[in-house]
């Protein structure tokens, strides 16, 4: 079992829907958490990234931590068909969003006009 | 302008000769990372660097050696290419400031015949 498991999809919404993408993780030292986007031939991006529980939010994303339930999400309002990417997650049991990390599979998301 | 450079972008080699795939940052990064990506796998984390001299393994290291002799460069080597090493590689950097961004190469497509 992987340490942490992401839903592949796809994922295929409408423009100005609320997508929600989550990871679940089985590691409890984990104590950072990220989301990377990644456009079609292209290398990742750091979109957003928590320490520890918790909300943050960056615009139209949300990210969210469960560590009780070992769950992270990614919320993202009004989607936009320049979302369209995939998601990965990720995580770190050392004190920074570096070095050791641990990625989710990715879930690829297409947002239509 | 600020990037992560990773030579050669494509690569068609035969098993068991000796390869090596170049990373070098021009932001004086102190991290830096590469990994591997394959289809239904996601992202995994080869080999990291947290300042030069220091690699540690990360998630899939078997078969791949890196040096970190000088902070801008953080080569990949495979000593002997197997099939099952053909997949698309990023190189990435990133500071020790926060927010600990980690900025991805273009990749590097490598198929072992």
């Known amino acids: 079992q992987k340490e942490v498991e992401q839903d592949p999809g796809p994922l295929s919404v409408p423009e100005g829907a609320i997508v929600s993408l989550n990871c679940t993780y089985s590691?409890?030292?984990?104590?950072?958490f990220m989301w990377y986007r990644q456009y079609s031939r292209k290398g990742p991006e750091l979109l957003m990234y928590?320490?520890?529980?918790g909300n943050k939010e960056d615009g139209r994303f949300t990210a969210q931590v469960d560590k009780s339930s070992k769950y992270i999400s990614l919320f993202i309002r009004d989607s936009q068909p320049s979302d369209s990417a995939t998601y990965l997650c990720?995580?770190?049991?050392?004190?920074?969003?570096?070095?050791?990390?641990?990625f989710g599979r990715g879930t690829q998301l297409t947002v239509w006009p | 302008e600020a990037q992560v450079t990773q030579n050669p972008r494509y690569l068609i080699t035969v098993t068991g000769k000796k390869l090596t795939v170049t990373c070098s940052q021009n932001?004086?990064?102190?991290?830096m990372s590469w990994y591997r990506q394959d289809p239904g796998l996601g992202l995994r984390q080869i080999y990291y660097?947290?300042?030069?001299?220091?690699?540690d393994k990360g998630d899939v290291p078997e078969g791949y050696k890196v040096s970190r002799k000088e902070k801008r460069n953080f080569p990949l080597i495979l000593e002997s290419p197997s099939p099952n090493q053909t997949s698309l590689y990023f190189c990435?950097?990133?500071?020790?400031?926060?927010?600990?961004?980690?900025?991805f190469g273009p990749g590097t497509r490598l198929l072992v015949l």
């Open positions: 990435a950097s990133s500071s020790h400031t926060v927010p600990e961004t980690q900025y």
């Open positions: 590691n409890s030292a984990f104590q950072y």
């Open positions: 928590t320490y520890s529980s």
């Open positions: 990720a995580m770190s049991d050392r004190g920074s969003t570096l070095g050791r990390l641990y």
């Open positions: 932001m004086n990064h102190e991290y």
């Open positions: 660097s947290m300042n030069v001299e220091a690699t």
